[in-house]
């Protein structure tokens, strides 16, 4: 597909970088022949539970000398103008030219991937991040890419996928300290490059509808702490650390039925994902003193329609940032460690 007709202006990069720590056709061809069942269909029914994981392995294993030439790197791979490229995150971008559904990859390393990407996804979720990327980029493996950095099965490896909204990674946790892998963005334009306020389709509004919960519970004091006027720069969701000075009303001073709501948020945010990097996420939070040690913001600047049905705010702690940038269209970008004093860059 010609890439560019999907592509728009505040989509072209925005890098992010933290810095921490075939199968052969023949062989496929005869496995089928003789009924044999196709490595993917194997790996997923012998392999542990982290699954992903093991199917990253095997098609890590079928790849040739030149796809892994290609798509494979060194853990700490640097590249000459991206920086550490394991880590890197953008709203739009290429962590490698090949298209998973173009001629680099076989009909069964393909399915992989997509085994991978729904093993990453809670089920539930599949259908919606599907339709995310017909409309964004003409659906899944038509304008994404990936990346294995590490040997898979060792004790570091990982997948990066991107494209247009979406950098996604399976780790099996073996990225210390950080959760998803490292930092993710995910983001939808389900109706066109500028959304209305009510984002019509958009399968993550309902995040900043579970925001805009907690800021009608709020009084008037609480309002005029946690409104911000000018939105901080997309890409900047480095962590500030302990020292603090988050912007927006500290979760510590809300009441307990305010607190139950930015609760509720935090699980909507996590929950497209698989139960172990939910788990993985909650635990880094909770490794930083939870929830009240967060402040929530939403941001005057961006909001579609002046409706104070706010399309902009942030959910920040220490080590904690999940950004929800609603205008023109939804930008979400989280990064999440156990702890700050895992350097960045951001």
């Given at each position: 597909m010609n890439r560019d007709k999907r592509d728009c202006p505040d989509?072209?990069?925005?890098?992010?970088?933290?810095?921490?720590?075939?199968?052969?056709?023949?062989?496929?061809?005869a496995a089928?022949?003789?009924?044999?069942?196709?490595?993917?269909?194997?790996?997923?029914?012998?392999g542990p539970a982290g699954q992903p994981e093991t199917l990253v392995k095997s098609l890590y294993d079928s790849m040739n000398e030149e796809q892994k030439k290609t798509v494979c790197f060194a853990w700490d791979h640097k590249d000459k103008d991206r920086g550490l490229l394991r880590t890197r995150i953008a709203n739009n971008w290429h962590i490698t030219e090949p298209q998973?559904?173009?001629?680099?990859?076989?009909?069964?390393?393909?399915?992989?991937?997509?085994?991978?990407?729904?093993?990453?996804?809670?089920?539930d979720w599949h259908s919606r991040?599907?339709?995310?990327?017909e409309d964004d980029a003409g659906g899944f493996?038509?304008?994404q890419n990936i990346a294995i950095f590490g040997t898979p099965g060792s004790d570091k490896f990982e997948l990066v996928m991107t494209g247009r909204?979406?950098?996604?990674?399976?780790?099996?946790?073996?990225?210390?300290?950080?959760?998803?892998?490292?930092?993710?963005?995910?983001?939808?334009?389900?109706?066109?490059?500028?959304?209305?306020?009510?984002?019509?389709?958009?399968v993550f509004w309902p995040q900043a509808l579970a925001a805009n919960e907690v800021y009608k519970m709020l009084d008037e004091k609480q309002r005029k702490q946690a409104l911000v006027e000018k939105l901080p720069?997309?890409?900047?969701?480095?962590?500030?650390?302990?020292?603090?000075?988050?912007?927006?009303?500290s979760v510590s001073d809300m009441s307990s039925d305010q607190k139950d709501l930015v609760q509720k948020t935090l699980q909507k945010l996590i929950e497209p994902y698989r139960q172990s990097d939910r788990d993985e996420a909650l635990a880094c939070l909770k490794a930083q003193g939870g929830l009240d040690k967060c402040s929530l913001a939403f941001y005057r600047e961006g909001n579609i329609g002046d409706d104070e049905k706010w399309?902009?705010?942030?959910?920040?702690?220490?080590?904690?940032?999940?950004?929800?940038?609603?205008?023109?269209?939804?930008?979400?970008?989280?990064?999440?460690?156990?702890?700050?004093?895992?350097?960045?860059?951001?």
């Open positions: 989509c072209l990069g925005l890098p992010l970088s933290v810095t921490r720590r075939e199968f052969i056709r023949t062989t496929t061809a089928v022949a003789v009924g044999a069942a196709p490595l993917w269909a194997i790996a997923k029914d012998t998973i559904n173009g001629d680099f990859y076989t009909k069964d390393q393909q399915m992989m991937v997509r085994k991978i990407y729904e093993g990453i996804i809670q089920p991040i599907d339709k995310q990327l493996g038509n304008d909204h979406m950098t996604l990674r399976c780790d099996g946790n073996t990225t210390e300290h950080m959760a998803f892998g490292g930092p993710i963005f995910y983001g939808h334009a389900a109706s066109g490059f500028n959304e209305s306020a009510d984002h019509p389709g958009n720069n997309e890409q900047s969701v480095g962590f500030r650390g302990t020292s603090g000075g988050f912007p927006g009303l399309d902009c705010w942030r959910l920040e702690g220490p080590s904690f940032v999940w950004y929800f940038r609603g205008s023109p269209h939804v930008h979400v970008w989280a990064n999440v460690s156990a702890s700050p004093d895992v350097a960045t860059n951001a």
